[in-house]
């Protein structure tokens, strides 16, 4: 048996704030190439950083930067265990992904922006040990992707508007997705608010959702484990079978659902 622990709400009306922990870009960020890092190595002013040494105590920070257009990848990093902080960067309209992150651990992206990339907002792969915050994921053709990964946390994000998935992790356990604003996401069925697939040990609780929902693909999940009181609609889950199951307001604190199968 397959466990994910699911706790959600579903709003009434469409969430217009991050959670509280975030902080406000900048208001003039500065124009930047785009950034390319391939290895510990790379880790220079040239490349955008602005301080620190790769430490856990004083991370490499790559900050204050707006990002416009780039032929395919605004801010790249690959290969790298350095400890790093990409904040209050912006990247728009980058043809692959805004943020791509490949093979790297002890990856903070807090406060950024990912708006209209004509592929993903925020793309880790192959990576563990990181953590994305506070951070707009809007109008993208799909907002965060997490593959083939491990021990990642996606937490308190406004991911909206994005024509894929708003959040997707597959083949990557014991990731968290916690306290996002999750908000129509998957225009015309071509995606879903937060996408499971072929992932386990993966925990998925106290997001808020507006028209969206889970979407639990390849694991074959046996049951979910619903965790907080829904206010109006209930929670919406589709498993691989494509059956729809709403549950009835005003569950109970703690519910076991039998996902359908076949």
């Not at 728009?92 to 990912?114: D, E, H, I």
């Not at 919406?236 to 009835?248: K, Y």
Request: aromatic letters at 8%.
């Amino acid at each position: 048996i397959v466990v994910v622990l699911v706790a959600a709400a579903f709003a009434a009306a469409m969430p217009v704030a991050r959670a509280a922990a975030s902080t406000v870009l900048p208001t003039a960020l500065a124009s930047h190439a785009p950034i390319d890092i391939e290895n510990d190595a790379n880790f220079t002013a040239v490349n955008g950083v602005v301080s620190g040494t790769g430490t856990a105590a004083n991370p490499y920070v790559i900050a204050g930067w707006l990002i416009t257009a780039p032929p395919f990848i605004g801010v790249q990093i690959r290969n790298t265990q350095a400890h790093v902080v990409v904040r209050d960067v912006e990247v728009t309209l980058a043809s692959v992904a805004g943020f791509y992150f490949f093979g790297v651990s002890n990856v903070t992206l807090a406060n950024v922006t990912a708006y209209a990339n004509l592929g993903e907002g925020v793309r880790f792969e192959s990576s563990h040990a990181f953590l994305v915050a506070a951070s707009d994921i809007a109008a993208n053709n799909a907002g965060v992707s997490i593959l083939d990964s491990a021990g990642g946390t996606v937490q308190g994000n406004n991911v909206t508007l994005n024509t894929g998935d708003g959040l997707a992790v597959a083949n990557s356990p014991f990731v968290t997705v916690a306290a996002n604003n999750v908000s129509l996401n998957g225009f015309g069925n071509s995606g879903y608010g937060i996408h499971l697939a072929s992932s386990t040990n993966d925990t998925v609780t106290g997001n808020r959702f507006f028209r969206n929902g889970i979407f639990l693909d390849g694991t074959s999940p046996e049951r979910v484990e619903l965790t907080q009181k829904y206010p109006t609609s209930g929670l919406a889950i589709l498993h691989l079978t494509c059956r729809w199951s709403d549950l009835a307001a005003n569950e109970a604190d703690l519910v076991q659902y039998v996902v359908p199968r076949g």
